[in-house]
């Protein structure tokens, strides 16, 4: 069984940065391709970025590159996702999800092809 917890969530003016981590238990992460999500009251959830098992994939949403980074670290089984330049919008809570092979981006954006869920951090970007 996996196990995920997210954690770094927080409130932070905009322009400001935070980093989430994403950490596994029970398993090791490497078997695992990553995917950020967040799901804004009222929204859908919605893909945010993903890495492949090894890291030597990534993708993000359009709208997101140039400010967020997705990163992996298998020895200590953990996933990061570091934001930038954060905006009003960005405010949501974030889920880590975990599945077996990375694939396209749409595959890897799409809520419905993960196995294994965190249960959520909570962003806010307000001044």
């Known amino acids: 069984q996996v196990h995920l917890v997210e954690s770094g969530g927080g409130l932070v003016q905009p322009g400001g940065s935070l980093r989430l981590s994403c950490g596994a238990s029970g398993v090791t992460l490497d078997g695992y391709a990553i995917g950020w999500f967040r799901q804004a009251p009222g929204k859908e959830r919605e893909g945010v970025s993903c890495i492949s098992r090894s890291g030597g994939v990534v993708y993000y949403a359009d709208a997101l590159k140039g400010r967020f980074t997705i990163s992996r670290d298998n020895a200590k089984k953990t996933v990061y996702l570091q934001m930038n330049s954060l905006k009003p919008e960005d405010t949501a809570v974030y889920y880590c999800?975990?599945?077996?092979?990375?694939?396209?981006?749409?595959?890897?954006?799409?809520?419905?092809?993960?196995?294994?869920w965190g249960q959520g951090t909570q962003v806010t970007v307000s001044s």
């Open positions: 999800a975990a599945k077996t092979f990375a694939g396209s981006w749409r595959l890897c954006s799409s809520p419905n092809e993960y196995d294994h």
